[in-house]
């Protein structure tokens, strides 16, 4: 355990609910001292991602993340000094940018496809979280929100889980299910695991201390 927080991950297939799960907890602990951190923040920039046989490029990779920024930027958070980083849009071009800023706390929850693939971060765990869905209500999902939130046409939201999300996700992702702490299922709902993750959450940041 970090002397200066609690590190939570919470990791899962795409469209396995990681970001609902993460905004259960932003509601119900509201005002709790948790910094929430989001790998989709730390996206490489579109010409250093890899472009597969196709010309299409792949940011369904380890490779397509700046993993090395993320932790540089947990380390500052942990000496007690706040981090400001640009929001990433997902190369939407209706999307606004805009900047966020990560403060010290006495929880970090960081939440993202490959956070346990990463030697470097998983080490620093002290919860591993994993939320899991059927295939089916994962590309449901996928398709809803690529196409509503990333402004992704469905041809190219089918190509790339087919050609990207499906093979990564055996690769990168679902071996570390057999690896977590805690399995959310969210085949139906998320309820009862979200409860029991809140209330873990409720007691770290109600008695943990953070040491300058």
Same mark, same amino acid.
């Given at each position: 355990?970090?002397?200066?927080?609690?590190?939570?991950?919470?990791?899962?297939?795409?469209?396995?609910?990681?970001?609902?799960?993460?905004?259960?907890?932003?509601?119900?602990?509201?005002?709790?001292?948790?910094?929430?951190?989001?790998? %989709?923040?730390?996206?490489?920039?579109?010409?250093?991602?890899?472009?597969?046989?196709?010309?299409?490029?792949?940011?369904?990779?380890?490779?397509?993340?700046?993993?090395?920024?993320?932790?540089? %930027?947990?380390?500052?958070?942990?000496?007690?000094?706040?981090?400001?980083?640009?929001?990433?849009?997902? $190369?939407?071009?209706?999307?606004?940018?805009?900047?966020?800023?990560?403060?010290?706390?006495?929880?970090?929850?960081?939440?993202?496809?490959?956070?346990?693939?990463?030697?470097?971060?998983?080490?620093?765990?002290?919860?591993?979280?994993?939320?899991?869905?059927?295939?089916?209500?994962?590309?449901?999902?996928?398709?809803?929100?690529?196409?509503?939130?990333? $402004?992704?046409?469905?041809?190219?939201?089918?190509?790339?889980?087919?050609?990207?999300?499906?093979?990564?996700?055996?690769?990168?992702?679902?071996?570390?299910?057999?690896?977590?702490?805690?399995?959310?299922? $969210?085949?139906?709902?998320?309820?009862?695991?979200?409860?029991?993750?809140?209330?873990?959450?409720?007691?770290?940041?109600?008695?943990?201390?953070?040491?300058?």
């Amino acid at each position: 355990m970090s002397a200066n927080g609690q590190i939570i991950g919470i990791c899962g297939g795409s469209g396995s609910g990681k970001t609902s799960v993460l905004n259960g907890i932003k509601e119900k602990l509201s005002g709790h001292s948790i910094t929430y951190i989001s790998m %989709d923040d730390y996206y490489l920039p579109r010409d250093k991602q890899y472009t597969d046989e196709n010309g299409i490029k792949n940011f369904d990779l380890p490779t397509a993340m700046d993993t090395q920024q993320l932790v540089q %930027d947990l380390d500052t958070l942990e000496s007690g000094q706040q981090v400001t980083k640009s929001q990433y849009t997902f $190369n939407n071009a209706k999307a606004k940018e805009s900047t966020i800023t990560l403060y010290p706390a006495k929880v970090y929850i960081i939440e993202g496809l490959f956070i346990y693939h990463y030697a470097e971060l998983k080490e620093r765990f002290d919860l591993k979280i994993y939320v899991d869905a059927s295939i089916d209500q994962k590309i449901i999902r996928r398709i809803k929100r690529d196409q509503t939130e990333r $402004n992704y046409p469905l041809e190219d939201v089918l190509y790339r889980y087919e050609h990207h999300v499906m093979p990564s996700y055996k690769a990168y992702i679902q071996k570390y299910k057999a690896e977590a702490d805690l399995i959310i299922n $969210n085949y139906n709902t998320y309820d009862k695991g979200l409860d029991v993750l809140v209330n873990h959450l409720k007691t770290l940041t109600t008695h943990a201390s953070i040491q300058p």
